[in-house]
């Protein structure tokens, strides 16, 4: 653009005018800027935000190979020592079986009760219907310090010593609702003329509950499992304040930290942690999306979504 | 068959009662649980931010003094001020990332959206403490930004603001929380038609009155649950604080924290956790709307 102004200005070089204008000509660099922009920049930005997530875990588990006590390059040479004494540490192995312990429990219970509570609040009509959805969907609002205090005095008032059980119990509370939601969201989009078209072809209740409203509600049971276990085991606020003595892996790792001692430790382990709850998540969504059928990349977004929403 | 037909009394009575009881029949696992380890613990936290009940008073009863204690003690309002500061900047922070990202992916990743939305979701299964530590590791005055910073030449000296700081909460807390405040911002972009935005373009929209009057306004009710699913937990963060703040960075979850475990006053510890309900309560009703402000008519 700018060369055929400056031609139409009579401005050219020596040979303007005498040579045949190029086919195409080259747009002006704030056009190719803008090009550009619009085509890499969002990549790019996308790009940094996940590097931003996942970076500092990764130099993470990096570091947990390196052999010094200090997290500075250069890079003190290659060792897996962190490892065994992550393993030999019994403090730690016991807040890992107690986390698995109590996340293994509160999942399925999560799982059960967040299903009996989405069923009448998304299919029956009586008149407590919306006081009960509110106060399914509460401990999802209200923040889990102010849940964690209020568990902390009534179990003191109560005269229960703080233990595994009562962190359990307090999990349970904070995490069934996120279940509740899920199957609520998959109900809400259940065509109820096929339950109806059992029913005419003989069906008794518990078949139609069994072949065709479990298998229909089987992605967001499997989503809220997952996400129930994932949710006890990290769960920080709850166990730090209801656990006692008894640590859990979350907080296991903060009163490491607060006291600054063998920190590679904690890299080792937080790296073998890490791996196993991506892998879980990764092979759990690879089996759903294989189960469902979902082929193309909308209908296994969609399949994403509906364990987020 | 007549008798098929026609229900006694007392068997329409009895189908009446099942219907009405049967929501109940439901609920009466989840709601007993909700009762019994959620309502009843709130009950006990108002009734005892109400009551002396600290290590040092032996007096009992009824009592305004944790309130009292709590608005009349500068310190207070000193670690209220940094907390809204600190968690409004980082929400702020994240809803300047989250809104572009939540855009490019729902409209222009096309064969990125899928893998990008997973790698969002899949950051939230990571432990939460584990990311804050590993942040600590990166910020230290040792660690691997200021190694990069000072060979590069950018500083001789290590920066120190960059860890147990106000900077380093505000950034680890945007890290934690920034897939979360862009999933439903995308899950609201998504529902949007594209063709909307070609009508506008058609009908001589610019690229900002696009943005104003279109995406803004029906991208809203993500904001708003964005807004509702994040600060109210940055508000009441105590973790990120401990572990990647300093002096100057307490916030009020640290304050109830050492409340509760550290000095063992009870009473005021219930009495700040009172208020910091009250105060998301404030939060998400404001942030609702906020969010009904810009609907299109």
């Known amino acids: 653009m700018r060369k055929t102004q400056a031609s139409a200005a009579g401005l050219a070089g020596p040979a303007g005018g005498s040579r045949p204008a190029p086919a195409r000509a080259r747009p002006p660099l704030k056009l190719r800027l803008r090009r550009a922009v619009s085509r890499f920049g969002g990549p790019v930005f996308a790009g940094v935000v996940i590097a931003l997530l996942y970076g500092p875990i990764i130099v993470l588990a990096a570091f947990s190979f390196n052999n010094s006590i200090v997290f500075s390059l ?96 307090m999990q349970i509370v904070v995490t069934f609702p996120l279940v509740t939601v899920l199957v609520a969201a998959r109900l809400a989009r259940f065509d109820r003329t096929q339950e109806e078209a059992a029913v005419d072809l003989g069906a008794s209740q518990l078949q139609v509950l069994r072949y065709v409203l479990l298998p229909h509600l089987m992605p967001a049971l499997a989503a809220g499992f997952i996400l129930a276990f994932s949710w006890s085991f990290n769960n920080f606020e709850i166990s730090y304040f209801v656990s006692g003595f008894n640590q859990l892996f979350p907080v296991w790792v903060y009163s490491t930290l607060r006291h600054a001692t063998n920190l590679p430790e904690v890299n080792a382990i937080a790296t073998l942690v890490s791996g196993a709850e991506v892998a879980l998540v990764y092979l759990a969504w690879l089996f759903f999306t294989w189960r469902s059928g979902a082929r193309t990349a909308r209908e296994k977004a969609d399949a994403l979504l509906e364990a987020v929403r | 068959m007549a008798a098929e ?108 959206e899928l893998p990008v939305l997973l790698l969002l979701v899949l950051v939230d299964e990571l432990n939460p403490i584990v990311r804050i530590y590993a942040w600590r590791m990166l910020l230290g005055r040792d660690g691997l930004i200021n190694s990069a910073l ?148």
């Open chain 1, 74 to 169: 250069p890079w003190a040479g290659f060792t897996t020592k962190w490892y065994s004494v992550a393993f030999g540490d019994a403090n730690l192995r016991a807040a890992l079986i107690n986390s698995i312990w109590v996340a293994a429990i509160v999942a399925p219970v999560s799982v059960v009760l967040g299903t009996l509570s989405a069923f009448p609040i998304t299919r029956f009509h009586f008149k407590l219907r919306g006081a009960a959805a509110m106060l399914v969907a509460a401990p999802l609002v209200i923040p889990w310090l102010v849940i964690a205090v209020s568990g902390q005095l009534y179990f003191h008032f109560l005269g229960v010593d703080l233990s595994q059980v009562t962190v359990l119990l």
């Open chain 2, 5 to 112: 037909a026609v229900l006694s009394a007392r068997q329409r009575w009895q189908a009446r009662a099942v219907r009405r009881l049967r929501p109940f029949g439901f609920l009466f696992g989840p709601v007993g649980v909700l009762l019994a380890l959620f309502v009843a613990p709130l009950v006990l936290l108002l009734i005892m931010s109400f009551r002396y009940d600290s290590l040092y008073i032996t007096k009992t009863g009824f009592t305004l003094a944790n309130f009292a204690g709590i608005f009349t003690n500068p310190a207070y309002r000193t670690v209220a001020r940094d907390t809204l500061m600190m968690a409004t900047t980082a929400m702020l922070l994240q809803l300047a990332i989250a809104f572009p990202l939540a855009y490019f992916i729902a409209f222009k990743a096309r064969r990125w």
């Open chain 2, 150 to 297: 000072q060979w590069v030449g950018l500083t001789s000296r290590p920066v120190l603001w960059l860890l147990f700081s106000k900077f380093s909460v505000i950034l680890v807390l945007s890290m934690s929380w920034v897939n979360y405040t862009t999933l439903p911002m995308y899950a609201a972009m998504k529902a949007i038609n594209p063709i909307v935005f070609e009508t506008a373009t058609d009908l001589g929209a610019g690229w900002f009155t696009r943005w104003r009057r279109i995406l803004l306004p029906l991208a809203a009710p993500g904001i708003f649950v964005a807004i509702l699913l994040v600060y109210v937990p940055m508000f009441t963060d105590f973790a990120t604080p401990a572990l990647v703040g300093g002096p100057s960075s307490y916030m009020l979850g640290n304050q109830v924290a050492d409340l509760m475990l550290e000095i063992g006053d009870w009473g005021t510890g219930a009495a700040l956790s009172l208020l910091m309900l009250a105060a998301t309560a404030v939060i998400s009703v404001a942030a609702y709307f906020l969010s009904r402000l810009n609907q299109l008519d």
